[in-house]
T-cell receptor
Framework: DTEVTQTPKHLVMGMTNKKSLKCEQH?????MYWYKQKAKKPPELMFV???????INESVPSRFSPECPNSSLLNLHLHALQPEDSALYLC?????????????????FGPGTRLTVL | GNSVTQMEGPVTLSEEAFLTINCTYT??????LFWYVQYPGEGLQLLLK?????DKGSNKGFEATYRKETTSFHLEKGSVQVSDSAVYFC??????????FGQGTELSVKP
């Protein structure tokens, strides 16, 4: 199984709602990632988990709250979002984090959740 | 800091034309390099990779060679198909889980 799955595929929410995005992988990977992507732009890294511990938080606003319940699952909890948060949210996983530039950090991406904030 | 520069798109080609998408990088060392492809409405898929100088990555008829002298990793395909229409991202491994992406190049192949 070389697939990363994400649910839901589409999500529309109001600025006062609370919702969650889910991501799952069964490749035995120990690193998982959340990215935000605007149309035709490169993905922007939000969070990295390594062995279920938060390793990187790229100064993401607190209205986004990640959670890694176990090595296969990654959630992103959303609360009080703004319309500018509308985007494609991508989850990815890799075997492990590499320390230097030369490591093979091949990341496997899910299909994404298309989020619209009204 | 480390960075990746890709040729700007969109690129429009006729079916069976030759494709080159230029990618150059700036890095303090010798990073692993990747090409990812994103088809409409989908997530990113790894197309090919190279982990050291002079390595050639290849997949689905696409090729790219890691050129240390010119700090480049240009993507090529000898004969494109309509199904190759997508956005292509060049990326380098910065370590610690971070990939540095180029801005992306949109390819449109017309029959």
């Amino acid at each position: 199984d070389t697939e990363v799955t994400q649910t839901p595929k589409h999500l529309v929410m109001g600025m006062t709602n609370k919702k969650s995005l889910k991501c799952e992988q069964h490749m035995g990977h120990r690193a998982m990632y959340w990215y935000k992507q605007k149309a035709k732009k490169p993905p922007e890294l939000m969070f990295v988990y390594s062995y279920e511990k938060l390793s990187i938080n790229e100064s993401v606003p607190s209205r986004f709250s990640p959670e890694c319940p176990n090595s296969s699952l990654l959630n992103l909890h959303l609360h009080a979002l703004q319309p500018e948060d509308s985007a494609l949210y991508l989850c990815a996983s890799s075997q492990a984090l590499t320390r230097g530039l030369a490591g093979d950090n091949e990341q496997f991406f899910g299909p994404g959740t298309r989020l619209t904030v009204l | 800091g480390n960075s990746v520069t890709q040729m700007e798109g969109p690129v429009t080609l006729s079916e069976e034309a030759f494709l080159t998408i230029n990618c150059t990088y700036t890095a303090t060392g010798y990073p692993s390099l990747f090409w990812y492809v994103q088809y409409p409405g989908e997530g990113l898929q790894l197309l090919l990779k190279a982990t050291k100088a002079d390595d050639k990555g290849s997949n689905k008829g696409f090729e790219a060679t890691y050129r240390k002298e010119t700090t480049s990793f240009h993507l090529e395909k000898g004969s494109v198909q309509v199904s190759d229409s997508a956005v292509y991202f060049c990326a380098l491994n910065e370590g610690g889980g971070k990939l540095i992406f180029g801005q992306g190049t949109e390819l449109s192949v017309k029959p």
